[in-house]
């Protein structure tokens, strides 16, 4: 708290001859040991301007920081009046009794070195939130309840300092402590606000920057020290505490960008999604391996996304995490970007430099369940606050953290909030929802008798999938543009279809069961694929019924499952023909694409937290052949139509030749919203390069081959077509016109008409 420092401070006044009202009165000695013993529900009816029984008014104030003080009155009854010490912990009073109204004043204080300082005294302001606010909260919809609740710097009633209000209905008392007070749980006791379980205090004085938490003190036991939850930054891990920051004042310069985005269709435009690690992707070797900061990664990660061609980047969680190696998974700082890459400002650029740069941004969302850290959210008030208070229903086995209780309209307030948070904040252009699956089911990786049904019996979470439906329906309204993406892993029907048709609302969803799929496939030696050819072919079967994202994820390497290239079997010239072909039918298969950083060039390891990615292989031709195609087909995948506009109908796929196991080889037609704009696409999956392969297409004429994943650009055997061949008047496939090919080993080939 700034200090004004004087040489001395003023002479003493005449003290009070009459025995201070707090030494008088049973009542206010009650309250005073109530306060000094932190369990003060409302300070205010103790400190602060107060009137007095016979006339006149009274200041009292609790000072252990002071040795003497005075009320400096603004316009009141005297010009500066010394309080007496009426408690040696450092409570002070002085009273007025010729003051006929309540008057402004500030506090002077001088410590025992006799240097002194004016501050506010925060038990004078009225209260920080309304009645209305509280409704909201209290009713779960308060969809912009970060503006209320939290650390907010600022003025109040022309007082500058910073607002602190959270929620925590159960405590007995709370306190903000932090290093302006020497973490003094006396000093700044909050308001509690009757039954709506909010305290909020304002102190005077502060700025941006203070560490912070809140001191709950509970109906039993001693007190416990939280995280802000709504706190807008938190220092560096290993240490805990929030830190006041301000989101305001950031100049942003993508207003050309959120305004397309507004218009755009993001079922029928190009999607091609980055997934980045930001504390692995590249670091700085020459510093010891120092992170990049938000605003170096924005420019390489710009720079490198723009060369290879993707549409977005997509973040693992950036929200406050203790553990690096939960990958962010486990937030306890939902609404703060973490400190070990820069600021809230930072991060803000470093999204704003992305879309300048045409790129857009999503992020990985946690909504399903948080960690057991004693300084986050787990028992916040002493009870099970954000979690169910049942273990059957409120831990998760697998992760050992915390499941969200959806049915409180509080903690989903917390989380709906979070969500409108980051998208108008930070102008993200999307949300990945971590473990949907999670929340859908209440047996969810629970054995019989270990989980609770709902109160039809049945296994359905029911209170999650209202808050999944109302979370896709507020931010489709709020956020024109922007996408919510579902990881979820099973069966469940509808979820990138309109809550209004039954659905959960989402834009798109994970094909968890393509990518498990393809890549075991991929995983055998092609001399048995044969006998597994419908691992490529089911996922047709299914491909419309949801908004498909095929995930290359980071899941899968990790823990033992191996890098995708060393996934593939073969020598190593068949595991780089492989990992090529793999990415070819990604592409050329209906659905947005993801890949996992480090895999478009073909990394040899699995995927480190630790460590930056090994950009060191591209030095190596193999390497850069493998990056090269991927950056192609994001190329092909923006610029050809027929290979994003109709992802989602039947109408913009049909099989030319999906039974041909014998030969292991696919071939299959994609087409535009025009039907007359189309690509073939042919795939062979083994090491035999097949002379005179004849494929029925639409039409006559000459077809480009516009990517030949064996290129020798690529690293490949150069084994194909010349680059264009021409159709024939040969019946094939049920088509009056047939090309006559040749197919490269382990390659895939995407052909156009060369009409003009």
């Known amino acids: 708290m700034a200090k004004t420092q004087t040489p001395s401070a003023p002479p003493r006044s005449e003290p009070p001859r009459d025995k201070p009202a707090s030494q008088r009165d049973p009542a206010l000695l009650s309250q005073i040991e109530a306060l000094l013993q932190c369990r003060l529900h409302d300070p205010f009816t103790l400190l602060g301007l107060h009137p007095r029984p016979g006339g006149g008014?009274?200041?009292?104030?609790?000072?252990?920081?002071?040795?003497?003080?005075?009320?400096?009155?603004?316009?009141?009854?005297?010009?500066?009046?010394?309080?007496?010490?009426?408690?040696?912990e450092g409570l002070f009073e002085v009273e007025f009794p010729r003051a006929a109204a309540p008057f402004r004043y500030r506090l002077r204080l001088a410590n025992r070195e006799g240097h002194t300082w004016m501050e506010d005294d925060p038990y004078t302001l009225p209260p920080l939130l309304s009645d209305y606010d509280l409704h909201l909260l209290a009713e779960g919809r308060h969809e912009r309840s970060w503006e209320r609740l939290g650390a907010h710097p600022g003025e109040h009633q022309g007082v500058p300092g910073v607002g602190f209000a959270l929620w925590a209905p159960n405590a007995r008392a709370v306190s903000v402590v932090g290093d302006f007070n020497q973490w003094d749980g006396r000093r700044h006791p909050m308001r509690g606000r009757g039954g709506s379980g909010i305290w909020e205090l304002f102190v005077p004085g502060l700025e941006e920057g203070p560490l912070y938490k809140y001191e709950i003190h509970l109906r039993k036991g001693p007190p416990i020290l939280k995280a802000d939850p709504y706190a807008f930054a938190a220092e560096l891990r290993p240490r805990t505490a929030s830190r006041v920051a301000r989101l305001d004042?950031?100049?942003?310069?993508?207003?050309?960008?959120?305004?397309a985005r507004a218009q755009r269709d993001p079922l029928r435009s190009p999607l091609s999604i980055y997934e980045v690690h930001l504390g692995s992707w590249m670091r700085v070797p020459e510093e010891g391996h120092r992170f990049l900061t938000y605003r170096e990664a924005a420019h390489r990660l710009a720079d490198y996304c723009a060369e290879m061609g993707y549409t977005h980047v997509q973040l693992l969680p950036v929200a406050e995490h203790p553990f690096d190696g939960s990958w962010g998974y486990q937030v306890t700082g939902y609404y703060a970007p973490t400190s070990r890459f820069g600021s809230p400002h930072d991060f803000m650029g470093f999204v704003d430099h992305l879309h300048q740069r045409g790129i857009g941004v999503i992020l990985d969302w946690v909504a399903a369940h948080f960690p057991n850290d004693a300084h986050g959210l787990a028992r916040f008030d002493g009870t099970a606050l954000y979690e169910h208070a049942d273990p059957r229903k409120g831990l998760h086995p697998d992760w050992d953290t915390l499941i969200f209780n959806y049915g409180r309209n509080e903690v989903a307030n917390f989380l709906l909030a979070?969500?409108?948070?980051?998208?108008?904040?930070?102008?993200?252009?999307?949300?990945?929802?971590?473990?949907?699956?999670?929340?859908?089911?209440?047996?969810?990786?629970?054995?019989?008798?270990?989980?609770?049904?709902?109160?039809?019996?049945?296994?359905?979470?029911?209170?999650?999938?209202?808050?999944?439906?109302?979370?896709?329906?507020?931010?489709?309204?709020?956020?024109?543009?922007?996408?919510?993406?579902?990881?979820?892993?099973?069966?469940?029907?509808?979820?990138?279809?309109?809550?209004?048709?039954?659905?959960?609302?989402?834009?798109?969803?994970?094909?968890?069961?393509?990518?498990?799929?393809?890549?075991?496939?991929?995983?055998?030696?092609?001399?048995?694929?044969?006998?597994?050819?419908?691992?490529?072919?089911?996922?047709?079967?299914?491909?419309?019924?949801?908004?498909?994202?095929?995930?290359?994820?980071?899941?899968?390497?990790?823990?033992?499952?191996?890098?995708?290239?060393?996934?593939?079997?073969?020598?190593?010239?068949?595991?780089?023909?492989?990992?090529r072909l793999l990415f070819t039918f990604m592409h050329a298969h209906p659905g947005k694409k993801?890949?996992?950083?480090?895999?478009?060039?073909?990394?040899?390891?699995?995927?480190?937290?630790?460590?930056?990615?090994?950009?060191?292989?591209?030095?190596?031709?193999?390497?850069?052949?493998?990056?090269?195609?991927?950056?192609?087909?994001?190329?092909?995948?923006?610029?050809?139509?027929?290979?994003?506009?109709?992802?989602?109908?039947?109408?913009?796929?049909?099989?030319?030749?999906?039974?041909?196991?014998?030969?292991?080889?696919?071939?299959?037609?994609?087409?535009?919203?025009?039907?007359?704009?189309?690509?073939?696409?042919?795939?062979?999956?083994?090491?035999?390069?097949?002379?005179?392969?004849?494929?029925?297409?639409?039409?006559?004429?000459?077809?480009?081959?516009?990517?030949?994943?064996?290129?020798?650009?690529?690293?490949?055997?150069?084994?194909?077509?010349?680059?264009?061949?021409?159709?024939?008047?040969?019946?094939?496939?049920?088509?009056?016109?047939?090309?006559?090919?040749?197919?490269?080993?382990?390659?895939?080939?995407?052909?156009?008409?060369?009409?003009?």
């Open 57 to 88: 008014w009274l200041v009292r104030a609790f000072l252990p920081q002071a040795e003497r003080a005075w009320v400096a009155s603004d316009g009141g009854p005297v010009p500066l009046a010394e309080m007496t010490r009426t408690h040696p």
């Open 249 to 259: 004042g950031y100049p942003w310069h993508d207003q050309d960008w959120i305004a």
């Open 418 to 579: 979070n969500a409108f948070y980051w998208l108008e904040r930070y102008h993200l252009d999307g949300l990945r929802v971590d473990a949907v699956a999670s929340m859908l089911y209440l047996d969810y990786s629970r054995q019989p008798g270990e989980w609770v049904p709902n109160r039809y019996g049945g296994r359905e979470n029911l209170e999650a999938i209202d808050f999944l439906r109302r979370f896709n329906e507020l931010v489709y309204r709020e956020f024109p543009g922007v996408m919510t993406i579902a990881e979820e892993s099973t069966a469940w029907p509808q979820v990138s279809r309109p809550t209004y048709a039954g659905g959960l609302g989402f834009g798109f969803k994970w094909n968890m069961g393509w990518m498990h799929d393809v890549l075991t496939y991929m995983g055998k030696d092609p001399v048995y694929r044969s006998h597994h050819h419908n691992l490529l072919t089911f996922g047709l079967l299914y491909a419309f019924h949801e908004n498909f994202v095929l995930p290359l994820s980071h899941d899968e390497v990790v823990h033992g499952k191996r890098a995708l290239l060393d996934k593939m079997p073969g020598d190593l010239w068949q595991k780089f023909a492989n990992l």
């Open 594 to 756: 993801l890949q996992f950083m480090g895999g478009e060039f073909g990394q040899w390891r699995e995927w480190s937290h630790d460590e930056s990615l090994d950009w060191g292989l591209l030095d190596h031709d193999t390497h850069r052949g493998v990056q090269r195609l991927v950056a192609d087909l994001n190329r092909l995948h923006k610029n050809e139509r027929a290979l994003h506009e109709v992802d989602f109908e039947p109408a913009g796929f049909e099989w030319i030749d999906c039974n041909d196991n014998e030969s292991s080889v696919l071939s299959l037609v994609r087409r535009a919203l025009d039907p007359g704009d189309f690509l073939v696409c042919v795939l062979n999956f083994t090491p035999v390069v097949r002379q005179g392969y004849r494929v029925g297409v639409p039409e006559g004429g000459d077809y480009l081959e516009v990517l030949n994943s064996d290129a020798a650009l690529y690293g490949g055997t150069n084994v194909g077509n010349a680059g264009r061949v021409g159709a024939e008047a040969v019946p094939c496939h049920g088509r009056p016109w047939s090309l006559n090919l040749t197919l490269p080993p382990l390659g895939g080939l995407i052909l156009k008409p060369a009409r003009g």
